[in-house]
């Protein structure tokens, strides 16, 4: 092969390989050690090695790329061809993005999961209404209190700091006279420093990936609900590949649903030990909290359904008869 005719055809090998390889962005608010990231990094590498690298996925967790309430807007937009949001964060946009925040309605693996399973037809069909596809979802651990003393009843939130990260939490603020501040994960810890943030709902999950045990030393086990992260594509993005890869990219996502479930959950008790042994009490809540606890979810559960019309009642109704 003459020298000229060489380096013609392996220009020609280079642009015809970088053709053939499809490069995505996927945006996450979460940091890499956080187990929906890892999830999400494995997802990566398996759709990689199913596709033979024609679908080059590049994971950008801590909110680097878009802001936790952006990402979806990114991916609808076309943006980022995937992103992972936070459901509960757009329940001012439609109600059944947060029927799964609602404390007490789905307080347990197996209640999310038909809470899940009661959801998607709706979820999927709206979001694909937004040139969205639902990949996939996972569930966060129980969501508990986390404060800087110990605390009897709700009375005793009065007036406390509260960091809110979606709408129902900050009603819960308002229900038990605490004050709420709208705060994303990636900006949690600086809060807790700066005395912004004195308590807080959410999973020894997102206490640990925050190190809360630094700044906060009590956790109040209230289990009250499992709020989920949820997997995006555009559309118009999914559409363009060829039908192997869309095959190999649905698969991969199935098994990153079962087993971010599955993770979710046996990762449960290791956060909360690890709260413990950097420092932090974890309290089964007292049967006053628990009652206190449980008349906000009762109002949150009408208010919800008020909002919610027709839609969430066939939600609700689903999921009650599973
Ligand atoms: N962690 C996220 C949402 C729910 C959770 O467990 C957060 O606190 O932002």
Redesign the pocket.
């Known amino acids: 092969m003459n020298h000229k005719f060489g380096i013609a055809l392996a220009a020609l090998t280079l642009s015809c390989s970088a053709l053939a390889q499809t490069k995505w962005d996927l945006p996450t608010a979460y940091p890499p050690s956080n187990f929906h990231t890892e999830n999400l990094a494995q997802f990566v590498s398996d759709v990689d090695k199913a596709t033979a690298g024609k679908l080059k996925i590049t994971l950008h967790p801590n909110a680097a790329l878009f802001k ?1 309430p952006e990402i979806k807007r990114a991916v609808q937009g076309g943006q980022a061809q995937m992103g992972e949001i ?1 459901l ?1 964060n757009f329940q001012n946009e439609w109600q059944v993005f947060g029927a799964d925040g609602i404390p007490f309605l789905a307080d347990s693996y197996d209640a999310a999961w038909k809470l899940y399973q009661a959801q998607k037809p709706v979820l999927a069909k709206k979001l694909a209404e937004q040139g969205i596809v639902l990949l996939y979802t996972v569930a ?2 129980p ?1 508990g209190i986390f404060i800087n003393k110990p605390i009897n009843a709700a009375a005793d939130l009065k007036g406390v700091k509260w960091r809110a ?2 709408p129902a939490t900050a009603r819960i603020a308002e229900l038990v006279g605490a004050q709420p501040v709208t705060v ?2 990636a900006e ?1 810890s600086q809060a807790m420093a700066t005395g912004v943030v004195e308590s ?1 709902m ?2 020894g ?2 206490g640990y990936d925050t190190k809360t045990y630094e700044y906060l030393k009590h956790f109040y086990d209230t289990q009250a609900w499992l ?1 989920k992260n949820a997997v995006l594509v555009n559309k118009k993005a999914f559409d363009a590949l060829d039908k192997p890869t869309q095959e190999a990219l649905l698969k991969a996502g199935a098994e990153a649903e079962k087993r971010g479930w599955a993770t979710s959950k046996t990762k449960t008790q290791e956060y909360l030990d690890l709260l413990k042994k950097n420092g932090m009490t974890i309290h089964e809540p007292s049967a006053q909290l628990k009652a206190d606890m449980k008349k906000v979810g009762e109002t949150m559960i009408k208010e919800w359904t008020e909002k919610a019309g027709a839609e969430g009642q066939a939600v609700l109704d689903a999921y009650r008869k599973m």
């Open positions: 936790a936070l509960v966060w651990p969501q990260y979606s994303q994960q949690l807080y959410s999973s999950s997102t709020p």
